[in-house]
Nanobody, 112 residues
Framework: QVQLVESGGGSVQPGGSLTLSCAAS????????MEWYRQGPGKQRDFIAQ???????IYIDDVKGRFTISRDNGKNTLYLQMTNLKPEDTAVYYC??????WGQGTQVTVTS
């Protein structure tokens, strides 16, 4: 059974940093493209970053230069390093493997 479990969310002040983790089981994180999405309050779930099988990272403009997507094949875990966080980054963050496997989400709140 394939499973993704996110962790690392929390509450942080504007300008702060957090690193989210997405631990995979039942599949290898380097066997499919892996993505991060987020869903803000009252909003739809939106794509923010992708890591291809070959290791190429793709970001939306809003997070480019602030967020970094990466993976550790040995730990079979996907990461999202987030810096210079803004209140508008407040959302539930989800990882996805391929087109159909989702994690349960982790809450990130940016507030002073």
């Amino acid at each position: 059974q394939v499973q993704l479990v996110e962790s690392g969310g929390g509450s942080v002040q504007p300008g702060g940093s957090l690193t989210l983790s997405c631990a995979a089981s039942g599949m290898a994180v380097n066997s499919q493209f892996m993505e991060w999405y987020r869903q803000g309050p009252g909003k739809q779930r939106d794509f923010i970053a992708q890591l291809t099988i070959g290791g190429t990272a793709i970001y939306i403009d809003d997070v480019k230069g602030r967020f970094t997507i990466s993976r550790d094949n040995g730990k079979n875990t996907l990461y999202l390093q987030m810096t210079n966080l803004k209140p508008e980054d407040t959302a539930v963050y989800y990882c996805r493997a391929g087109y159909s496997i989702w994690g349960q989400g982790t809450q990130v709140t940016v507030t002073s």
